[in-house]
């Protein structure tokens, strides 16, 4: 819900060039950052865990200290590149100047993001999920609204404001978690008596981290290549419809994270025939509510860009090719966490690289000729040709369908009705 709320405050003070000038650059960056930090971030999170159950207190110290230490020298390295060379990134990698700014600016806060994501790294493998909710989510969240609610109204430098929100937000976030985290961390991080378990953590990490980074590149590029191949104007265009339409996604991944730990149980308990059969039993119940919200939030998200008006109008059929991609998307994403949950992680990574790949090609494919709706439709087709692997790659290793013919019949058809609702939804609200 803060979220929301921050999403309405940027769509309502920003202007789509505004809004471009502020989103491409923090998209690009974000990709960059976040992946090469999360090379440890799964693996941190897990051999904690792994170590607290094991009971190996010198391996524990190890994991500790040493992604300490990669957090901390990569966020570092990080920060002076992003400082230093903003200047040519904005002008020969996303080819405005308008960039500039905003890239060094953004830069000061690369050292923060590294620091709270180690910490909330550490508080998952204690399973202080409390902790992380409060101090990793609502915390950081809650301060840069009241941050956006202070300064947008009365500065002049809108763009500003939005970029030094998220530094805020950061922040905040590294205190609150460091807060949070301290205890472990006085007993914990220290040189004497650690293990380093270095092989193990990497053949652990390495192929998550390529599948995060590929997930990574597939999220953030579009906005980017759309701002820099067409314009600033198109870019915060895209960016405001990938906004609204990012509550599909997290409803999306809300499901499948729940499901995902009913499979892993039933797999665990050695019962892979009974998680196959559950996958196909509900594929069709996610389609139907899918298919339901999917449609209401074309509507809901169309009637938004028309209300804030200023050009991000133009965003109405991208925010519905959009959501038809999650839409097909959701479908499939289950049979993926079923291939994950049976320790498939090489399928998952094949799984993520093919997505990537075809979204970025078809996105430089269909962008000249077709605009921002071009991007966005890249997104939908990559998404059918994957869940047509994700269907044989699941079959592979369950030895079953995830789905009937009558289920993909009836998803097809509810699809075409989304595309539909999409298509009238163009002519709403005029």
Same mark, same amino acid.
């Given at each position: ?173 590294? %205190? $609150?978690?460091? !807060?949070? +985290?301290?205890?472990? /961390?006085?007993?914990? =991080?220290? #040189?004497?008596?650690?293990? @380093?378990? *270095? ?63 009913? %499979? $892993?149980?039933? !797999?665990? +308990?050695?019962?892979? /025939?009974?998680?196959? =059969?559950? #996958?196909?039993?509900?594929? @069709?119940? *996610? ?63 094949? %799984? $993520? ?11 430089? =494919?269909? #962008? ?63």
């Amino acid at each position: 819900m803060i979220n929301f709320i921050i999403g309405f405050l940027l769509l309502h003070y920003l202007t789509p060039t505004e809004m471009g000038i502020y989103g491409v650059p923090m998209d690009f960056m974000n990709m960059l950052v976040l992946g090469i930090l999360s090379l440890f971030t799964n693996t941190t999170q897990k051999f904690v865990s792994e170590y607290i159950g094991s009971g190996n207190s010198s391996a524990l110290r190890g994991i500790i200290v040493f992604s300490f230490f990669y957090f901390s020298l990569s966020g570092l390295t990080l920060f002076v590149i992003f400082f230093l060379t903003n200047d040519k990134i904005a002008e020969f990698i996303l080819k405005n100047e308008l960039y500039s700014y905003p890239l060094k600016v953004y830069s000061l806060a690369i050292p923060f993001i590294a620091l709270s994501t180690y910490l909330s790294s550490v508080l998952v493998g204690f399973s202080k999920f409390k902790e992380v909710s409060i101090n990793d989510i609502m915390i950081p969240s809650f301060a840069r609204l009241i941050f956006l609610i202070l300064g947008l109204p009365i500065h002049p430098n809108k763009v500003l404001v939005a970029v030094l929100s998220q530094n805020f937000k950061y922040f905040i976030n590294s %205190i $609150s978690n460091l !807060i949070a +985290a301290f205890k472990i /961390l006085k007993d914990n =991080l220290k #040189i004497k008596g650690l293990m @380093l378990d *270095i092989k193990a953590w990497f053949i652990y990490g390495f192929p998550l981290w390529l599948k995060f980074w590929f997930s990574l590149v597939q999220t953030n590029i579009k906005p980017v290549l759309v701002g820099s191949i067409i314009n600033v104007f198109s870019g915060g265009v895209f960016k405001a419809a990938s906004l609204i339409s990012s509550g599909v996604y997290l409803l999306e991944t809300s499901v499948i994270n729940v499901l995902f730990v009913e %499979i $892993s149980r039933d !797999i665990g +308990a050695g019962n892979m /025939l009974r998680a196959s =059969l559950r #996958i196909r039993r509900i594929t @069709l119940y *996610i389609s139907l509510s899918m298919a339901a919200f999917t449609s209401a939030s074309i509507i809901l998200g169309t009637l938004i860009l028309k209300i804030f008006g200023k050009g991000y109008e133009y965003g109405s059929g991208v925010l519905s090719l959009l959501i038809l991609g999650y839409y097909f998307n959701s479908i499939s994403g289950i049979w993926q966490a079923f291939v994950q949950a049976a320790r498939r992680t090489d399928y998952v990574l094949i %799984i $993520s690289v093919i997505y990537a790949f075809s979204e970025v090609s078809l996105t430089l =494919l269909l #962008i000249k000729p077709l605009g921002i709706v071009g991007a966005a439709l890249s997104f939908p087709i990559s998404a059918i040709i994957i869940s047509i692997l994700r269907f044989y790659l699941f079959q592979r290793v369950a030895n079953i369908k995830p789905a009937n013919v009558r289920t993909l019949i009836i998803s097809g058809i509810l699809g075409l009705g989304v595309c539909l609702v999409g298509y009238l939804a163009q002519g709403l609200f005029k």
